[in-house]
C-alpha cells in the first residue's frame, strides 16, 4: 500500500480551478517537506511545488502566480490549489516525500523524493 495517495484531479475548463489533495497513511507528513511533481504526455516528470516543514513555499516559475501549495499536519495532507488552469498544466500530478530539513536557498531536485504516490490527473480543455 501507498503511503501517499492523491485525489482532486478532473476535467476542467481553461481558466478554471482545482484542489489537489495528497493524503499520508503512516507517514507522517509534518516530518518532511513534501513535495508536487507532474508529468505532462511525452514530457519527463517536472518540479511543480514544495512546502517545507515550517510552511516556507518553493514554487516553479512556470505557474508560481497560479498555484499555491498548503499542508494540514492535523489532517496528515497536503494540498495544491490550481488556479487559472492552462491546457497546458494537463498532466498526472504526483506527491511525494521530501528532505526532512531544507534552508531558505532549497531548490528541490526529484531525487530527492520519494514515496510517490499513484497520481491524480488534470486535464485542462482550451
Known amino acids: 500500500q501507498l503511503p501517499l495517495v492523491e485525489s482532486g484531479g478532473g476535467l476542467v475548463q481553461a481558466g478554471g480551478s482545482l484542489r489537489l489533495s495528497c493524503a499520508a497513511s503512516?507517514?507522517?507528513?509534518?516530518?518532511?517537506?513534501m513535495g508536487w511533481f507532474r508529468r505532462a504526455p511525452g514530457k519527463e516528470r517536472e518540479f511543480v511545488a514544495a512546502?517545507?516543514?515550517?510552511?516556507?513555499?518553493y514554487v516553479a516559475y512556470s505557474v508560481k502566480d497560479r498555484f499555491t501549495i498548503s499542508r494540514d499536519d492535523a489532517k496528515n495532507t497536503l494540498y495544491l490549489h490550481l488556479n487559472s488552469l492552462k491546457a497546458e498544466d494537463t498532466a498526472v500530478y504526483y506527491c511525494?516525500?521530501?528532505?526532512?530539513?531544507?534552508?531558505?536557498?532549497?531548490?528541490?531536485?526529484?531525487?530527492?523524493?520519494?514515496?510517490w504516490g499513484q497520481g491524480t490527473q488534470v486535464t485542462v480543455s482550451s
Open positions: 512546502i517545507s516543514r515550517s510552511g516556507m513555499s
Open positions: 503512516g507517514l507522517p507528513l509534518s516530518s518532511y517537506a
Open positions: 511525494a516525500k521530501g528532505p526532512a530539513d531544507v534552508t531558505a536557498r532549497w531548490a528541490p531536485r526529484e531525487p530527492e523524493f520519494g514515496s
